[in-house]
């Protein structure tokens, strides 16, 4: 069974300018010790889709369809203390804008004690050693100075690593990481990418991993999800959608990313933008407005993608057979 | 679909907000009594008759008379020009004053902006009304001396608007085109960067007629400023509040009421003003 | 920590310098003759040069403004033409009467502004909200003499429930030998309980109506504050780790909200002094601000003066106070300095 299981999710937000189709059929599974890439435009609804599964969708926000469970445990139709005390301690989340994402006027080391608190049985007296063996695993320098800081003391890297200190405090099995590393310099987002890749293989943690950026999905990801305009138009294992990518925004996607040496010249733009959400006549295949490969049978809802490894939601594919082909291994085993 | 013209946008912020529509009618209300009032009145505002003293709400008298027997209804309205007329002319003083000093200050910047911005806060360290009433009993009790010390008080608030108002636009593009094609800085002051520091300056002035009424009244109330038997309406709930205590409501609680009314409507008003040129600060 | 504090205090002596510059304008501002003025509508020719050569109104302004200043030093305000005293000493007799009614208008009002607001915010469009958004409004419109002649006529003649609004004590009782000055406070000291209520009733309508105008700046400021709090980033994280929602709430979104809120009491104390007067005068209130008002009306100006200089000096130090326990309360200050 899957550490977490979404299906056929549909959220909307009731806003003054009308309802915002957010998401749409959302469908995907992450397992246990795998880490999982989302990826996008901003606006594709990552985000959203991460805010739903913990619960911390916006008031306006309303789930029209669907499941998500995680270990099990329906998450949709839980109290809210159910889920406050599976938050933080059974499946955790970091935020990009590290240094707004903490608590301006309260120590770090006094808000690792917070979560310590809330989640665990350690004593008082023995909470302060246990945070500040938290941020030392954080690789964060002079530990025991540093849990008397405050978050303006510190630079966003130290920030980014004391939230990621509060996310694993206490050994998750799942950690949502919301654009980690944007806005942190090359060598900064290596180091915070490592400190995460460590805790996964350590305690055999899952990672859904939410970024625009594809190279960074690619270095840590084990599978990668696409998303565009709130609807998951591609799941495969990394290397194959690098490869063979079968969703024609997935190829766009990968076109416009500078890899490597790659020229400016040679990057080609998404054409097109977002639909926006809060039409009421969206088409079934939100892409299909702005795609090269459009047909006539693009209008007619879109197939839930084939089971198995590499699943694409698109009624005219680049790739079908190697879609076909995996659907058949998956039958035959 | 977008809404950019002001017109559009007042017709929405309307939507959202019905009070401010209420709120301009009611100003529009208050204005033409204050214009038309003495004209329209029953009564003669100064017309004693002592049968006729304390007698409660009617349908002769409205609002009921006063302790001379004098219909508090026409006064009521007969004050409405009064305190309207008060409130503007110390809003106004404050306004060209401040916000002509605030201009300076902010364009100037330096010892002049420090000394402009020394003088405020030196106003500031006084309660307001406290500052108004010393300003009043020092410079003698008139009229004219409470409306001084109603715009006095009132200065520092135009005087920093003005001033973060030119600031802001002190380095911006069209002041650099002004400069280059050869206008002398005062030209720059009065014919570009002023009319562009009105508008919240305006937003401003609303919520101050509200305020600068109160204080206003409030100063007649104490005994200051308008002196009986003129009918203001500070003046009108003094004098009616010794009767309260024996029962008779009606000489100072309508008064009041009426204050309290205008005081409301300056103050909605404004706040839809602000609404409609800063959507960011909607309460 | 000390020396941000020590910043704050030297911050508040320009204040200081200002408050005494203009008290002695208005002094010497004074239309016709000052030394007639002071030395009152019956004061003889032998009065009125007397007063000239005391306040040295024949010398120079700057002469002047120095023996302003030492007078103040010397605790000097002059003399009181109605009532014979220095009006130092009618002030410090009196003084503890608008204290009491303006601090406890404070304190009623903040316990009732604050969690008004919270509530406000966290249940955005509901009835509380509405309610809250009502009083804000409302209450800045309504006249502080309107409030206190209304609820008079409702809570004393029609309902009965309150004392006839005549002063701190009805004239049949003796107030409490002073140990504070605060009648409630002295009577509780002396134990005697039927006094302390005697008291206690008279303030209720005087403070009821204080607390009804400052209320709105107070609710609306915490309920603006607490939306934006409840919808930043942080409390997002303090979801997202599971913390209790108490916890949140007091721990995080709370103690971020106050801050402006604790700014906002220095401004509405400005407006509580100045009304305190018109409260006075409503409720027939032996404070400070009756004593000028008195004075006014007989055209004797030392005390009038003497009380303008000690609302400032009230609300300098309250300001200062604030400062000091925003310096103590918000750890960010040291960025600033």
Request: proline residues 6%; contains cysteine; charged residues 15%.
């Amino acid at each position: 069974m899957a550490l977490l299981e979404i299906r056929n999710l549909s959220l909307e937000f009731q806003t003054r300018g009308g309802i915002l189709h957010a998401l749409e059929n959302v469908s995907f599974e992450v397992q246990r010790g795998e880490t999982i890439g989302l990826v996008g435009e901003s606006g594709s609804g990552k985000s959203v889709l991460s805010y739903a599964i913990l619960g911390l969708s916006d008031g306006a926000a309303r789930i029209t369809q669907g499941s998500a469970r995680f270990d099990g445990v329906d998450l949709l139709g839980a109290p809210e203390r159910h889920l406050a005390d599976l938050r933080g301690r059974e499946a955790s989340m970091i935020f990009q804008n590290p240094r707004a994402a903490l608590n301006p006027i309260r120590k770090i080391g006094q808000q690792l004690e917070d979560v310590l608190e809330r989640h665990t049985t350690t004593l008082r007296a023995k909470r302060k050693e246990k945070a500040i063996a938290c941020l030392a695993e954080m690789k964060i320098p002079d530990p025991e100075r540093r849990y008397h800081a405050y978050p303006f003391e510190l630079s966003g890297g130290l920030c980014q690593r004391v939230m990621i200190a509060l996310a694993l405090a206490c050994s998750p099995k799942l950690l949502i990481a919301d654009e980690p590393t944007t806005g942190l310099d090359v060598t900064t987002q290596a180091a915070i990418m490592a400190l995460i890749a460590e805790k996964a293989r350590s305690t055999r943690m899952s990672t859904l991993l939410i970024t625009h950026d594809l190279a960074l999905a690619r270095a840590y990801c084990d599978r990668i999800a696409v998303m565009h305009a709130g609807q998951i138009v591609e799941i495969a294992p990394t290397e194959k959608l690098f490869t063979q990518a079968s969703h024609p925004y997935t190829e766009q996607l990968i076109g416009a990313t500078p890899v490597g040496r790659a020229r400016l010249s040679e990057l080609i733009a998404v054409p097109g933008s977002l639909p926006d959400l809060r039409r009421s006549d969206l088409p079934s295949c939100r892409f299909s407005e702005r795609c090269n490969r459009r047909r006539a049978v693009c209008k007619m809802a879109l197939p839930s993608g084939a089971d198995g490894a590499h699943e694409v939601r698109c009624h005219n594919p680049l790739r079908p057979e190697s879609a076909a082909l995996d659907a058949l291994a998956a039958r035959s085993t | 679909m977008a809404v950019t013209t002001f017109w559009g946008q007042a017709r929405a912020t309307a939507r959202e907000n019905p009070f401010t529509l209420v709120a301009a009618a009611m100003f529009a209300g208050f204005l033409l009594i204050a214009i038309i009032g003495p004209w329209i009145v029953p009564f003669e505002p100064l017309a004693s008759n002592a049968a006729q003293a304390l007698t409660p709400p009617n349908a002769q008298h409205w609002f009921g008379t006063d302790s001379l027997g004098r219909d508090i209804y026409s006064r009521v309205v007969v004050a409405t020009r009064v305190d309207l007329s008060i409130a503007l002319s110390a809003v106004a003083f404050s306004f060209v004053v401040g916000g002509f000093l605030g201009a300076i200050a902010g364009f100037w910047g330096g010892r002049i902006e420090q000394t402009v911005m020394r003088l405020c806060d030196m106003v500031m360290s006084f309660p307001l009304f406290v500052l108004a009433m010393g300003i009043v009993a020092a410079l003698g009790n008139s009229v004219f001396n409470i409306i001084l010390a109603t715009a006095i008080v009132n200065l520092p608030f135009y005087v920093r608007v003005a001033r973060t108002e030119v600031n802001v636009r002190r380095e911006a593009g069209f002041v650099e085109a002004a400069r280059l094609s050869g206008n002398s800085d005062w030209r720059i002051l009065l014919h570009h960067l002023i009319p562009n520091a009105l508008p919240p300056m305006m937003v401003q002035v609303s919520l101050n007629m509200g305020w600068a009424i109160l204080n206003a009244a409030g100063l007649s109330f104490i005994g200051l400023g308008v002196s009986p038997p003129q009918a203001e309406w500070g003046i009108l709930v003094a004098e009616g509040a010794s009767y309260i205590i024996s029962g008779e409501w009606w000489v100072a609680l309508f008064p009041g009421a009426v204050l309290m009314l205008a005081v409301f409507t300056f103050n909605f008003l404004g706040d839809g003003l602000r609404d409609l040129t800063d959507p960011r600060r909607r309460t | 920590m000390i020396g941000l504090i020590a910043r704050r205090v030297l911050g508040a002596l320009p204040n200081l310098l200002g408050i005494i510059a203009i008290t002695f304008l208005l002094t010497r501002a004074l239309p016709g003759d000052p030394a007639a003025f002071y030395a009152g509508p019956a004061g003889t020719q032998e009065a009125v040069e007397e007063v000239r050569e005391k306040l040295g109104l024949n010398r120079s302004l700057p002469e002047q403004f120095w023996i302003y200043v030492k007078d103040l030093g010397s605790g000097n305000l002059g003399q009181s033409l109605s009532t014979g005293q220095a009006v130092i000493q009618e002030l410090r007799m009196r003084l503890p009467a608008s204290l009491e009614l303006v601090f406890l208008a404070l304190a009623l009002a903040i316990s009732i502004a604050i969690p008004l607001g919270v509530m406000a915010a966290r249940h955005p469009n509901s009835w509380i909200d509405h309610l809250c958004r009502l009083v804000t409004t409302a209450g800045v419109s309504l006249p502080t003499f309107f409030t206190g002649l209304l609820l008079t006529y409702v809570f004393y003649f029609l309902l009965g429930w309150a004392p006839s609004p005549i002063g701190r004590l009805d004239p049949f009782l003796t107030p409490p030998s002073a140990i504070t000055g605060i009648y409630t406070i002295d009577s509780l000291l002396h134990g005697d309980i039927v006094l302390f209520r005697a008291c206690a009733a008279q303030l209720c309508l005087p403070v009821l109506t204080l607390t009804v105008f400052v209320l709105a700046p107070l609710a609306r400021m915490t309920r603006g504050s607490m939306m934006a709090v409840l919808s930043a980033d942080f409390v997002r994280t303090a979801r997202a780790s599971g913390l209790a929602s108490p916890t949140i709430l007091v721990r995080y979104a709370l103690r971020n909200a106050l801050l402006p809120v604790v700014t906002t009491v220095g401004m509405v104390f400005s407006f509580l002094l100045g009304m305190s007067v018109i409260v006075e005068k409503v409720f027939a209130w032996p404070g400070v601000g009756s004593f000028a008002l008195d004075a006014l009306v007989a055209s004797d100006y030392a005390p009038v003066q003497g009380f303008v200089l000690t609302m400032a000096l009230l609300y300098t130090l309250l300001n200062l106070g604030i400062d000091i326990l925003y310096v103590v309360i918000d750890p960010r200050v040291q960025l600033t300095k």
